[in-house]
């Protein structure tokens, strides 16, 4: 399915957003009812755990889900949104379909039924949202070891940094500092996977930054 827009602009924050996914989470056929149980907003895309069940109350029979003990189904599905123009509009995908996007947190995957089959694209889908939640969020002061070397725009790698910060304006953002050069620079949180925790240093302000700029005169 492609993208569809609302051209009206009802949909305009979080909560319209919400609302939103909650009714086309929430309809009826002649014999099937689905009920959402709970959703996520992560970056622009919507997570959603939906309960299918049977009007009649006999079990659901499905060839990607395991039944549950009440009978029901719980599938996965994903949201992509975005504006244009003031315009919402969103992708809807089932978890089935292996969505690039994957980071559904894990008391959302917990409410999925099980999978029957172990290769299937949902299975590799809830995996690879696992291995999201996992990547560590490292404390101010922690000395880290990537799991593979960066290539910073000099061309030089790094591979041990501590984690710091600096401030712009009232904000408070994460930096690393270089352990070779003592430079700071960012990294996305993909980059920290399969990282490793050397050391730990606990206090409210960062001797790191506090060392970084008193090296550069500031």
């Known amino acids: 399915m492609g993208w569809l827009f609302y051209t009206d602009r009802r949909v305009k924050t979080y909560a319209d957003e919400k609302a939103e996914i909650t009714r086309l ?10 009920l959402l149980l709970k959703a996520c907003k992560v970056g622009s895309t919507w997570y959603a755990a939906a309960k ?27 949201f992509l949104t975005r504006y244009d123009d003031g ?3 969103y992708k809807d995908m089932e978890e089935s379909a292996g969505p690039v996007e994957s980071r559904a947190p894990l008391g959302l995957l917990a409410l999925l039924s ?9 299975h590799a889908w809830r995996q690879r949202c696992r291995d999201w939640a996992a990547i560590p969020e490292y ?27 600096y401030r712009r304006g009232r904000q408070k953002r994460r930096c690393y500092r270089i352990e070779e050069t003592g430079g700071l620079m960012r990294l996305s949180k993909a980059s920290l996977a399969g990282s490793e925790l050397l050391g730990t240093a606990k206090g409210d302000a960062s001797p790191v930054l506090a060392e970084f700029f008193a090296g550069n005169g500031s």
């Open 139 to 165: 404390e101010e002061g922690d000395r880290i070891k990537l799991a593979a070397p960066v290539t910073l725009t000099d061309g030089s790698t790094c591979q041990i940094v501590t984690a710091t910060h």
């Open 114 to 122: 099980e999978l029957k089959d172990p290769d299937s694209h949902a």
């Open 87 to 89: 315009c919402w509009g």
């Open 52 to 78: 299918v069940t049977n009007i009649d109350g006999s079990r659901v029979e499905d060839a990607t889900y395991v039944t549950d003990e009440d009978g029901s189904i719980t599938f996965g599905a994903v």
């Open 25 to 34: 989470c929430t309809f009826e056929t002649d014999t099937r009812k689905t």
